[in-house]
């Protein structure tokens, strides 16, 4: 009887080849996940610097106008703290063609990238 001794298993080039696509798969899968941490951060950032600026003009639009309190023509550049970060808000009031009424353009940036505007938004601001 002719018994012939066979060993079932993976041979060290099978499991070297499985460890390689494993290895290409993990890799990829990593770097999508680290793409998708970095996008969300950057929506969630955009999304509070928009609220942000929302705010801002909100604001000057309940402050009760009078001559005195009117704006006039100018840069105002403020530093606020929300959401644990502090952002820079530039907000640029110029005159339109109607003596009455004001132009605002608010831009708020990341305090630590501040060459990158978030948010840009305008809005316009009558005397009455």
Do not use: C, H
């Not at 550049?77 to 009031?93: F, G, H």
């Amino acid at each position: 009887m002719n018994r012939t001794n066979r060993r079932s298993g993976f041979t060290l080039i099978e499991i070297m080849v499985a460890l390689a696509v494993f290895a290409i798969v993990a890799t990829t899968l990593l770097r999508n996940a680290a793409t998708s941490v970095s996008q969300s951060r950057q929506l969630k950032d955009r999304a509070v610097a928009q609220w942000i600026a929302e705010n801002e003009i909100q604001r000057l639009r309940m402050v009760e106008r009078t001559e005195l309190t009117f704006p006039s023509s100018g840069l105002n550049r403020t530093t606020l703290m929300m959401a644990d970060r502090e952002w820079q808000i530039e907000v640029d009031i110029s005159p339109t063609e109607n003596d009455l009424v004001r132009r605002i353009e608010v831009s708020v940036r990341d305090e630590q990238s501040p060459d990158v505007v978030l948010a840009d938004l305008t809005g316009f601001l009558g005397r009455y």
